[in-house]
């Protein structure tokens, strides 16, 4: 119940591309769901997030789509850049009980330039 | 967004000694504050949570006196890995959330190597 499942393990996109990672989770107390960027050597970074009462959020080139009959997030990058380049994590939390997030895997993003 | 301010960022330390991380908020009060571990290209793995003035809660399989957590302060939260042994070696980052809980803030993680 506490997973979240995140997917692709690794995702190789052209510079200017669209990068797409999904993550699909089971607790339905889940009622937080930030998206982290991480560079190598350094702590996780908040890019982006979104509370299930909207089903979609944008800043800047990053939006997260949010599906809660589905149970399922996605962030989208728009106009991927090299500098993109990273691992990303989704996570979640509920607003009462256990405050930590749950992670996901994580995904390696690489953008060719 | 509001700075966790983590130290050392890395450190080596022979077998068999004791090493502290620190984990510090320096624009807020951070009453809760959490400590993870991370190995090689995998995920964030949540090791114990600890409120401010409080007994640690430690994640099941997370030896707790193995790893000794204090937050003393609202400002800030020690890791304290004791007896330190190769399997040890991780990357630790440190989180912290504020009384309102809205938003964790990560520290810039410790990269520990016990040879």
């Known amino acids: 119940q506490q997973q979240v499942k995140q997917s692709p393990q690794s995702l190789i996109v052209q510079k200017g591309g669209i990068s797409i990672i999904n993550c699909a989770y089971e607790?339905?107390?889940?009622?937080?769901f930030p998206w982290y960027q991480q560079f190598p050597g350094k702590g996780p970074a908040l890019l982006i997030a979104?509370?299930?009462?909207?089903s979609e959020k944008k800043e800047g080139r990053f939006t997260i789509s949010f599906n809660k009959s589905a149970k399922q997030f996605s962030l989208h990058i728009m106009d991927s850049q090299p500098g993109d380049s990273a691992t990303y994590f989704c996570?979640?939390?509920?607003?009462?009980?256990?405050?930590?997030?749950?992670f996901g895997s994580g995904t390696r993003l690489q953008v060719q330039p | 967004g509001a700075v966790v301010s983590q130290h050392p960022s890395r450190v080596i330390c022979k077998s068999g000694t004791s090493v502290k991380i620190e984990c510090r908020s320096l624009?807020?009060?951070?009453?809760?504050m959490f400590w993870y571990r991370q190995f090689p290209k995998q995920s964030l793995m949540l090791m114990a949570t600890?409120?401010?003035?409080?007994?640690?809660?430690?994640e099941q399989g997370v030896e707790k006196d193995k790893f000794l957590i204090n937050h003393a302060s609202l400002t800030l939260s020690t890791l304290t890995v004791t007896s330190a042994h190769p399997e040890d070696s991780s990357f630790y980052i440190c989180?912290?959330?504020?009384?309102?809980?809205?938003?964790?803030?990560f520290g810039q993680g410790t990269r520990l190597t016990v040879v």
């Open positions: 989180s912290a959330m504020d009384r309102l809980g809205t938003e964790a803030f």
């Open positions: 607790n339905t107390a889940f009622d937080y």
């Open positions: 979104i509370r299930p009462d909207v």
């Open positions: 996570a979640a939390r509920g607003d009462t009980g256990r405050r930590a997030l749950t």
């Open positions: 624009d807020f009060q951070a009453t809760t």
């Open positions: 600890s409120n401010e003035g409080s007994k640690a809660t430690y």
